[in-house]
């Protein structure tokens, strides 16, 4: 089991930067590609960004892509999520997700575990 546990979301106003971070705890960190996912009310969890286990390989969906960083510390067992010039349309419960590969993934159902979300809402 892997237990993750996000922080950081908050209410901002468009244009601003939040830094989200997943601390995780149970098993061996590094064995497990990292991914954060987004849902907005309404709407879909989707994917945001994904890390791969030991780090230097990233993707992001277009959306966010150029505003925000993904990025790991296995030392610390933990994922961040650098968000900068945040819209209205950012607005959403933020997850990160393990997955017990190399590679991450886009697809939410290839993650095992998931965190409990940190809300972020951006008004404008």
């Known amino acids: 089991q892997v237990q993750l546990v996000e922080s950081g979301g908050g209410l901002v106003q468009a244009g601003d930067s939040l830094r989200l971070s997943c601390a995780a705890s149970?098993?061996?960190?590094?064995?497990?590609?990292m991914g954060w996912f987004r849902q907005a009310p309404g709407k879909e969890r989707e994917f945001v960004a994904g890390?791969?286990?030991?780090?230097?390989?990233?993707g992001y969906a277009d959306s966010v892509k150029g505003r925000f960083t993904i990025s790991r510390e296995n030392a610390k067992d933990a994922v961040y999520l650098q968000m900068n010039s945040l819209t209205a349309e950012d607005t959403a419960v933020y997850y990160c997700?393990?997955?017990?590969?190399?590679?991450?993934?886009?697809?939410?159902?290839?993650?095992?575990?998931w965190g409990q979300g940190t809300q972020v809402t951006v008004s404008s």
């Open positions: 997700a393990a997955r017990a590969a190399l590679l991450y993934s886009r697809g939410r159902d290839d993650y095992d575990y």
């Open positions: 149970g098993r061996t960190f590094s064995n497990f590609a």
């Open positions: 890390i791969r286990r030991f780090g230097g390989n990233t």
